[in-house]
């Protein structure tokens, strides 16, 4: 279903009578970029904290990990209970309860408690992601306006994820490790009653009973594949039964929850969705871009911070020129999205983000400033384009009445993308670096297996040893690394190029439907073709949606934008 429907279009009236929807907009944008900066702030100031509560190996996973799991696992259950109860009444609980999170993590005292405040975290990310996107739905239901709303929404994400390692690096150098949490709250302090304010309440379906035991078992299936996919990257073996058990009960209870809501008259998820190639092709879409991104990222990291030794303020200044062409890709989104379609703007976002992944492999043991700034650039324009027309063409196919369940439904992906590539890319990582340092000439047998663990350790290693023989194997295990990395890069082009084969299947137009002082004419099939006489070309809507029995007041299926705009 894309385009814009009759309920869509009543749907977006109703809710732009009360409420500016540019306002909402900024509301919603600020909203996802205290989500995304979580996400990755607390990376810089893991050394502080560790120093400060000496958490054991386990409870420090469960320091970093507890935030994104948490997250990832409650997706479908608060996007589709947002359909139900309210979406914006799911997004202020979520506010509270990431600021009451935040007060806690910041002052926490004991690294138990640090983990509970960074489950907490993930709660309250888990109900404003969906919420936001599928506000959003509500509030723009045109395709058009809608398509300018979501480049914002995908640039902020991008902006917070790369923002956050440069301010959490400023905050540890100049205060504590726990301000990196307490920047949250003066921003809460205002967010939450101006959304108060501002956002319109909007709901979809309320028919039939909301199907409890479905959303846990998608929150434990969710919860046990991510846990599963996280200790591989972690480099856990994968037939470890810490890491199997996990990972075969995710998957089957996931396999249990599409049965089970194919069966019921009332699903939380309408798997119908996954019928529509474009749906299903948008979301495959984003878990490839995150699968070859997103652990290539953090090997990047590495490789500024270990092999050029820079410090975590200045790799955070490395990564701007992929924010700034995040944003300036975010802004131009919607108008190349409508001359030159999903299928095109998708496919060649992937093939630009692969090019800039092949300049990268260049990279030496030496600092390249121009070539860095260049490919972060192009990886920036790259990504943020396949991000936006994904995203835009799947909550575009979803119907209004479920954008709660499209929007969990790509932001799990999203995560489940992120932490695929972590395993994937992480191992291909580990495959190409640890054999080059079986046997450095000059160096124990001993420590040539234990450097063969990770570049920070083999620079530990090599501090103990001292004199030639350190030299040696910090010489060669910077070599293997930057040989690693290579391997990595190669194969993470290898996704990216496969994701653009993939983008094949989406729409060669953007379908929008009739707007006023456009031409429409009937077409076969039923179907309308919109025409502009600005521009002389015709694109292809599709069939109005027959109106509704009965309309529920204030609700996003029903009663129309009006507020400033969904």
Not at 465 to 490: I, M, Y
Not at 541 to 550: K, S
């Amino acid at each position: 279903m894309s385009g814009t429907s009759t309920t869509g279009r009543r749907s977006g009236a109703a809710v732009a009578a009360g409420a500016n929807r540019w306002v909402v907009l900024v509301v919603l944008c600020v909203s996802l970029l205290l989500v995304a900066l979580d996400a990755t702030v607390l990376h810089v100031a893991v050394p502080a904290l560790t120093e400060d509560l000496r958490p054991g190996a386990i409870q420090l996973l469960w320091i970093v990990d507890a935030y994104p799991l948490v997250c990832a696992a409650l997706l479908i259950l608060f996007g589709t209970l947002g359909d139900r109860v309210g979406r914006r009444r799911v997004l202020l609980i979520g506010y509270a309860l990431f600021g009451v999170a935040s007060a806690v993590a910041a002052f926490a005292a004991t690294p138990e408690l640090l983990i509970g405040a960074r489950a907490l975290l993930g709660v309250g990310g888990a109900m404003i992601m969906p919420a936001t996107l599928s506000v959003l739905r509500a509030v723009f239901p045109d395709r058009r306006e809608r398509a300018v709303a979501i480049g914002a929404w995908t640039a902020v994400a991008a902006v917070g994820a790369a923002i956050g390692p440069v301010l959490g690096g400023f905050l540890v150098e100049h205060f504590w490790w726990g301000s990196v949490f307490l920047i949250n709250l003066p921003l809460m302090a205002v967010l939450l009653p101006l959304a108060c304010w501002v956002l319109p309440e909007s709901r979809g379906s309320a028919d039939g009973p909301w199907d409890v035991l479905g959303a846990l078992m998608a929150a434990a299936g969710v919860l046990g594949v991510v846990f599963g996919v996280k200790r591989i990257g972690g480099g856990e073996g994968a037939l470890g039964a810490a890491t199997l058990v996990p990972l075969v009960v995710g998957a089957v209870l996931l396999v249990l929850f599409v049965r089970r809501q194919r069966n019921r008259k009332h699903p939380l998820i309408d798997i119908r969705m996954f019928s529509r190639p474009t749906f299903t092709t948008a979301v495959g879409c984003i878990v490839v871009a995150m699968l070859a991104l997103v652990g290539l990222e953090l090997i990047a990291v590495q490789y500024l911070q270990l092999v050029l030794g820079l410090s975590p303020l200045a790799t955070g200044l490395r990564l701007l020129p992929l924010t700034f062409a995040a944003i300036t890709a975010g802004a131009m989104g919607s108008s190349v999205l409508r001359r030159v379609g999903p299928r095109l703007m998708v496919g060649s976002g992937f093939v630009l983000t692969a090019v800039a992944v092949l300049c990268l492999v260049r990279m030496g043991s030496h600092d390249d400033p121009v070539l860095l700034t260049v490919a972060f650039v192009l990886l920036g324009f790259g990504l943020q384009a396949t991000l936006f027309g994904a995203y835009e063409s799947m909550l575009s196919e979803a119907p209004a009445d479920r954008a709660g369940g499209a929007a969990a439904v790509g932001e799990t992906s999203y995560q489940l993308g992120a932490g695929m590539g972590i395993a994937l890319l992480g191992s291909v990582m580990n495959a190409a670096y640890g054999p080059s340092l079986r046997s450095v000439p000059g160096v124990p047998a001993a420590a040539s297996h234990q450097a063969a663990n990770s570049l920070g350790e083999a620079y530990q290693v090599a501090g103990r040893l001292g004199g030639p023989a350190g030299t040696a194997l910090r010489s060669a295990a910077r070599d293997a690394f930057v040989h690693g990395l290579h391997v990595t890069l190669l194969v993470s082009a290898g996704l990216l190029l496969l994701g653009a084969a993939a983008a094949l299947r989406l729409p060669r137009v953007m379908e929008c439907a009739a707007q006023p002082g456009e031409r429409v004419e009937q077409a076969e099939g039923g179907r309308a073709v919109v025409g502009q006489p600005s521009d002389g070309r015709a694109r292809e809507a599709l069939p109005r949606a027959p109106a509704p029995a009965m309309a529920r007041p204030v609700s996003a299926d029903t009663a129309g934008s009006g507020r400033a705009g969904r």
